[in-house]
């Protein structure tokens, strides 16, 4: 029931903005949140807005290479392969890879799955050598 999520999540942010400064990452979880669903219900525009105001708080408030930051921009990415924006989620789900290969350990999930995204944009794009080595990575 993605409205009445959204209505909670927005009710979330409202309170926190009362109560928190602008760059708390309780406001980027809200943030995030009102994103997922957004994207879920194929509000595109505004599932990007979300998840762009969550990158910027997690960036104001975490080191460069958190983990946290490379969630952002795989959520950021899987909106923009939403949007058929291909070269952006590309570009995206490289960053996040990059933030999780500095800070996970080599045979951590969420490197899988980033490898799997990578593929699925790039199959997406015609490139199938380029997505069959990033499904390669993945299952390795």
């Known amino acids: 029931?993605?409205?009445?999520?959204?209505?909670?999540?927005?009710?979330?942010?409202?309170i926190r903005q009362q109560?928190?400064?602008?760059?708390?990452?309780?406001?980027?979880?809200?943030?995030n949140n009102i994103g997922l669903v957004h994207n879920k219900m194929g509000n595109y525009p505004k599932a990007?807005?979300?998840?762009?105001?969550?990158?910027e708080i997690k960036?104001?408030?975490?080191?460069l290479n958190h983990p946290s930051l490379a969630s952002a921009y795989n959520n950021i990415g899987n909106v923009h392969d939403n949007m058929g924006n291909y070269p952006k989620s590309l570009s995206s789900h490289e960053k996040a890879l990059e933030i999780w290969e500095?800070?996970?350990?080599?045979n951590h999930p969420d490197l899988a799955a980033s490898?799997?995204?990578?593929?699925?944009?790039?199959?997406?794009?015609?490139?199938?050598?380029?997505?069959?080595?990033?499904?390669?990575?993945?299952?390795?």
């Open 1 to 14: 029931n993605y409205s009445k999520a959204l209505s909670s999540h927005e009710k979330a942010l409202k």
């Open 19 to 31: 109560s928190l400064p602008p760059n708390h990452l309780h406001m980027a979880m809200s943030y």
């Open 48 to 55: 990007l807005s979300s998840h762009e105001k969550t990158l």
């Open 59 to 63: 960036q104001q408030s975490l080191p």
């Open 102 to 106: 500095q800070s996970l350990p080599p």
């Open 115 to 140: 490898y799997n995204n990578l593929g699925l944009v790039h199959h997406r794009m015609g490139n199938y050598p380029k997505a069959l080595s990033s499904h390669e990575k993945a299952l390795e």
